[in-house]
């Protein structure tokens, strides 16, 4: 086992069980994207040395540096469905020798399935394979290839095409005339026995000339590109410009495309402006940052499927209110612990179903103000510490009422090392102790 295998073993394990999961729970719309992330990172990294992250990833047109995932999304809900990590050359190579090798020892047929941008964009749409949905890729996944295997695969495909132009009439589209923004030429590739249309490779222009290769939608037109601009349309001295509306023709093929293309991008935008797990949390351990991120992924799609799934009216105003909320519900997670309660004790004294009840720590019900959705703090009353909290001590607080008095501890569970809640225990509410007082 080579040392990047071993480093890789520390978090594929985590990314395997959120695809798994994802693909067994979750139905996706009839529209995915592909397309990649990174996870922030500048810490020890590369092959040259056997320690920090295995493979860097450092592209000039991302905005951080770090670990490369490749991903597919949910164009309708913006859900991350599967998550595939970027490791080096060497370390895929020996990926795809073990898989088939697994496959009757086949290795011609795992050399014959395409491109790098197809393989990969084979494996993040299997689990849907013959269930007739679309998918759009960038520049990395695209080409004749990858709509070909697509198409094999059950499923639409559209992509823009750029440096995989192999088998694309890139020679007769790239210098095809295009005199204005919407004007567009269109190739065909028709099955002489079916008569049907396989394959549509279309030259379009707005900006600048884009490249597109499809199986579907085939010359349909699309909805227009509408852009609000300011133009000088009077010549006069000192007259303002006016605003007018650029119209921009499509096709329906391209329309489709730009529809998904920023689906991974704006769920990217929301995990590092909004969230930022990766500069909020320090470590210098890569691992531990990759899990973040990853973690960060998970809740960036809480946040999607909570936008999707709740009324309008019942909506939180921002991420980062929900952000707020998700932590304080995980600071403190039980979910599936039972929380048992202690019998009443017929010879106990004290003031009844309060001392019969086991105590322990819970989340107050007081809110820091009638307007406020965050919980009131308060300084924990062990002596000697001088930490905030949250909890409360369930027996002495009155679990109804949030203008009694709060008897605040640190939650033991989160504060690594808090004897508070045990010493009040053992002081106000053990048997032994209220004998003795009598």
């Given amino acids: 086992m080579s040392s990047e295998q071993y480093r890789w073993m520390l978090v594929d394990n985590f990314v395997d069980n959120i695809n798994e999961y994802r693909a067994r729970t979750f139905v996706p719309g009839g529209h995915l994207e592909a397309d990649e992330s990174i996870i922030h990172w500048y810490g020890v990294r590369g092959s040259f040395v056997d320690a920090g992250i295995p493979h860097y990833a450092a592209i000039e047109r991302k905005p ?219 470590t210098r351990h890569w691992d531990k940052r990759f899990n973040l991120g990853v973690l960060g992924i998970i809740c960036v799609d809480a946040f999607l499927f909570f936008q999707q799934v709740v009324s309008a009216n019942n909506r939180m105003t921002s991420c980062l209110e929900f952000f707020g909320r998700l932590a304080d519900e995980l600071v403190d997670n039980q979910e599936g612990i039972r929380i048992t309660r202690a019998a009443a004790d017929p010879g106990a004294v004290g003031n009844g179903a309060a001392d019969a009840a086991e105590p322990t720590v819970r989340k107050t019900i007081k809110m820091k103000n009638k307007e406020s959705t965050h919980r009131a703090q308060g300084r924990c009353g062990c002596k000697g510490c001088t930490r905030k909290s949250i909890f409360v001590c369930s027996v002495c607080t009155d679990a109804t009422d949030p203008d009694q008095k709060q008897f605040w501890f640190c939650n033991p569970t989160t504060v690594e090392g808090s004897e508070c809640f045990a010493e009040h225990v053992h002081v106000k509410h053990s048997k032994a102790h209220r004998e003795g007082d009598n």
Wanted: hydrophobic share 40%.
């Fill in 64 to 282: 951080d540096n770090g670990a490369e995932i490749q991903n597919l999304a949910d164009v309708a809900s913006g859900i991350m469905l599967r998550l595939k990590i970027v490791k080096s050359a060497a370390e895929e190579e020996a990926i795809a020798a073990a898989a088939a090798a697994d496959e009757d020892n086949d290795e011609e047929v795992a050399a014959d399935e395409g491109g790098k941008g197809t393989q990969v964009l084979s494996e993040l749409v299997a689990p849907w394979r013959d269930s007739g949905r679309l998918v759009t890729a960038d520049a990395y996944f695209a080409s004749v290839e990858a709509a070909v295997k697509m198409k094999e695969a059950g499923l639409h495909f559209i992509g823009n095409v750029k440096q995989c132009s192999r088998r694309f009439p890139m020679e007769v589209l790239g210098n095809a005339t295009l005199p204005k923004r919407g004007c567009r030429s269109v190739l065909a590739s028709i099955n002489d026995d079916t008569g049907e249309t396989e394959l549509v490779a279309i030259a379009w222009v707005d900006r600048n000339r884009r490249l597109f290769i499809a199986t579907t939608c085939g010359l349909g037109e699309g909805e227009k590109i509408q852009r609000k601009r300011l133009r000088q349309l009077d010549k006069s001295r000192r007259a303002p410009p006016d605003k007018v509306v650029i119209e921009v023709a499509q096709p329906k093929a391209i329309a489709k495309y730009y529809k998904g293309a920023g689906t991974i991008d704006r769920h990217n935008r929301i995990r590092a402006d909004k969230l930022r797990l990766d500069r909020n949390l320090g």
